[in-house]
């Protein structure tokens, strides 16, 4: 898409969610789109964020606002970061590389997916920083060593560790269209793949070499289907405390666990030397059943009271959304499907304008609200002070939540 028609046709994250269910086969986009189950985790996530309103103060004077946020020291220049999606290019040819490029020059993180088509090392020679890398638990714990060598050696900033992913979790749109690994496209598909047309061209070629590539051994097969069939194997419910503590004794830099929604996992993760957490539900893909994240974040605020950063990710569609999210007490927003759509849309540049629509909603509603900087975004700001059957959203002061970023 045309760069103009992309700032006049994709105004919004809604609509660049339209624009990518116009340009993708019906089995990509709900492949990205789709949650588990009756998708009711996946629906509670955007709905949670309709009940937090916000109270603005704009004679405080918000002429200049500085969105910046430092997280395990370095510097982003919004508290969006690009969170980790398996098979980014199936979106787009090389859609992990074009989505780290466009999160670095937004000057924010990315994270690479353990189920991204090329491998660790290829992203990492694209030189997009910060980068942080995503690995699983697995039932071969020298596999998960290995990831983790691997990252260090590529010169990752941080391992993010997912601890919700310890089965796969039954989504309904991908049996409903037949959306299997390595995707094979039936007679129904293919006819409506037509009107597909650009995004079949794009991927004449890629389409063959859709892969998991970290899982891709020397000297073995690259098929996707055994590749699959391997990663789900390597799956492992028995995962515990001790495998968190391993990967910290491995680990020297940041470690953040993606996953959290349990008040008791967050203190027991900063008990265990755990960097920073991520609240999250997978975006409903995993426990159709599970809170809303931003409904589990007050408790998780409370209980590990300024200590170390939490970060959200689920359903955060516009810039208030992320701006109620710190007023919670969280650092900063993860974003997976609204990558995937900008993505869908332009490759690179749509990530990119993803990123500034998130950007731009963010500045305005700070100028709204008479907010300055990110670490005066806190509690004051939202009303009532105190959500009905909830203790006080968040124990830190404004400025505790400043010493935090800094
Ligand atoms: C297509 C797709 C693939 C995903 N793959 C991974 C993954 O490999 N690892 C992971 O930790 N999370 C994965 N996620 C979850 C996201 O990182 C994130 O938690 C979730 O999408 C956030 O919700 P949102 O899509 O509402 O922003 C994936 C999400 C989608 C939509």
């Known amino acids: 898409m045309r760069a103009v028609d992309l700032k006049r046709r994709g105004f919004s994250i809604a609509e660049m969610r339209n624009l990518a269910r116009a340009a993708l086969p019906r089995m990509v986009f709900d492949f990205a789109d789709g949650a588990a189950e009756d998708e009711r985790t996946l629906r509670r996530n955007e709905a949670a964020f309709d009940g937090i309103e916000l109270l603005p103060r704009p004679l405080q004077g918000a002429a200049e606002r500085d969105l910046s946020i430092t997280l395990f020291g370095q510097r ?89 992913n310890q089965l796969l979790g039954n989504r309904e749109r991908d049996l409903r269209n037949g959306f299997t690994i390595p995707p094979r496209f039936g007679p129904a598909a293919i006819a409506g793949m037509a009107l597909k047309a650009g995004w079949l061209w794009r991927m004449r070629k890629e389409l063959r ?45 940041p470690l953040i666990l993606k996953g959290v929604l349990h008040p008791a996992e967050a203190r027991e993760a900063l008990a265990r030397g755990v960097d920073a957490v991520v ?29 170390m950063p939490i970060l959200l990710d689920g359903g955060v569609r516009r810039g208030v959304d992320v701006v109620r999210a710190l007023a919670l007490g969280a650092q900063a927003c993860l974003i997976g499907r609204p990558q995937l759509w900008g993505l869908a849309v332009a490759g690179e540049a749509g990530v990119r304008h993803v990123l500034e629509i998130y950007r731009r909603e963010i500045d305005r509603v700070m100028g709204l609200c008479g907010v300055s900087r990110i670490a005066a975004i806190g509690p004051d700001l939202l009303f009532p002070p105190t959500r009905p059957g909830q203790p006080p959203a968040t124990a830190q002061s404004a400025e505790q939540h400043g010493l935090l970023m800094r």
């Open 209 to 253: 070499r859709i892969t998991f590539g970290n899982y891709v051994r020397p000297g073995e097969t690259a098929e996707l289907t055994t590749l699959a069939a391997r990663m789900s194997a390597l799956l492992d419910p028995s995962m515990s405390w001790a495998d968190v503590d391993e990967l910290r004794r491995i680990w020297s830099g």
């Open 76 to 164: 982003l220049s919004m508290p969006v970061i690009v969170g980790p999606t398996g098979l980014s290019g199936l979106f787009w040819p090389g859609g992990e590389r074009s989505t780290a490029l466009a999160a670095a020059a937004a000057g924010t993180a990315f994270c690479l997916s353990h189920g991204s088509v090329c491998t660790l090392e290829d992203l990492a020679a694209c030189g997009a920083s910060p980068r942080w890398m995503q690995v699983f638990i697995y039932t071969d714990r020298g596999f998960t060593r290995e990831l983790a060598e691997r990252a260090r050696a590529a010169g990752y900033d941080a391992l993010v560790l997912t601890i919700d």
């Open 279 to 307: 609240v999250s539900n997978h975006g409903g893909r995993q426990l159709d059943g599970a809170p809303a994240t931003v409904d589990a974040l007050p408790p998780i605020v409370d209980a590990v009271g300024g200590r």
